[in-house]
T-cell receptor, first 118, second 118 residues
Framework: EAGVTQFPSHSVIEKGQTVTLRCDPI?????LYWYRRVMGKEIKFLLH????????ESGMPNNRFLAERTGGTYSTLKVQPAELEDSGVYFC????????????????FGPGTRLLVL | AQSVTQLGSHVSVSEGALVLLRCNYS??????LFWYVQYPNQGLQLLLK??????LVKGINGFEAEFKKSETSFHLTKPSAHMSDAAEYFC????????????????FGKGTKLSVIP
C-alpha cells in the first residue's frame, strides 16, 4: 500500500511568487491534515479536511494560504503571494474515518515539502 | 489549551546505552499521546501511541513509553541504543474535546535530536 506522497519535495521561490503544494493521501483515508514546521520551531497544525470539506482551518496563518481538496482525494495548498516567513517544511498527513465513540486513528505523514522563499 | 514540552533539543548517548527522551504535556481533558520519529530526509513515522488503554505502551524498534498522569509525562525509552536510532523524535498530544468539531489535530513538541556515539 502506498503511503502519503507530497510534491514537490523541494521548492525555492522568490518573495511575491506563488507556490502550490500537493498531497496525495493514503487511498481510502477520509481525513487529510496539513502541518508546517518553520525553522527551529515546532510542527504546527494548519487545517483538516474530512473528504472534501474543511473541518477545521483554525491553524491557517492568513488569507495568503488557500487549501483545497477537490473530490475528496488529493489536496493542494497554495501560497500567494509568498513571503519570507512562509519558508519551512510543509507536512501532509492522512487517517481513516473517525469511528463512533471518538476512537482516534493514527495520522500517517508524508515526507514533507521543503519551501524556501528568498 | 494543550501543549507539549520536550526537555532537551539534543541528546547524545553511547551505543548500547539507555535512551531516555522526556516529554511533558498539558491538557485539560484526557489526552491521546504520540511519539513520532523522523529519520534524515524522511517523513514522520509513528513509534507508538497512548489512547487510554495500558499505561505502558510498546512501540516499534524496541521503544516504549509510560503514561504517568500524576506527572503529566510520557517519556520515551529504549534499553539499548543502536546507531540506526539516530533521528529526531517528536512527542505530540491530541484530544477531540480540545479540537472540537471532530478534528484530532496534533500539538507537537519542538523535537529532540538523538545522536548515538559509537
Amino acid at each position: 500500500e502506498a503511503g502519503v506522497t507530497q510534491f514537490p519535495s523541494h521548492s525555492v521561490i522568490e518573495k511575491g511568487q506563488t507556490v502550490t503544494l500537493r498531497c496525495d493521501p493514503i487511498s481510502g483515508h477520509d481525513n487529510l491534515y496539513w502541518y508546517r514546521r518553520v525553522m527551529g520551531k515546532e510542527i504546527k497544525f494548519l487545517l483538516h479536511f474530512v473528504k472534501e470539506s474543511k473541518q477545521d482551518e483554525s491553524g491557517m496563518p492568513n488569507n495568503r494560504f488557500l487549501a483545497e481538496r477537490t473530490g475528496g482525494t488529493y489536496s493542494t495548498l497554495k501560497v500567494q503571494p509568498a513571503e519570507l516567513e512562509d519558508s519551512g517544511v510543509y507536512f501532509c498527513a492522512s487517517s481513516q474515518e473517525m469511528l463512533a465513540g471518538g476512537r482516534i486513528e493514527t495520522q500517517y505523514f508524508g515526507p514533507g515539502t521543503r519551501l524556501l522563499v528568498l | 489549551a494543550q501543549s507539549v514540552t520536550q526537555l532537551g533539543s539534543h541528546v547524545s548517548v553511547s551505543e548500547g546505552a539507555l535512551v531516555l527522551l522526556r516529554c511533558n504535556y498539558s491538557s485539560s481533558v484526557p489526552p491521546y499521546l504520540f511519539w513520532y520519529v523522523q529519520y534524515p530526509n524522511q517523513g514522520l513515522q509513528l513509534l507508538l501511541k497512548y489512547t487510554s488503554a495500558a499505561t505502558l505502551v510498546k512501540g516499534i524498534n524496541g521503544f516504549e513509553a509510560e503514561f504517568k498522569k500524576s506527572e503529566t509525562s510520557f517519556h520515551l525509552t529504549k534499553p539499548s541504543a543502536h546507531m540506526s536510532d539516530a533521528a529526531e523524535y517528536f512527542c505530540a498530544v491530541s484530544s477531540l474535546a480540545y479540537s472540537g468539531a471532530g478534528s484530532y489535530q496534533l500539538t507537537f513538541g519542538k523535537g529532540t535530536k538523538l545522536s548515538v556515539i559509537p
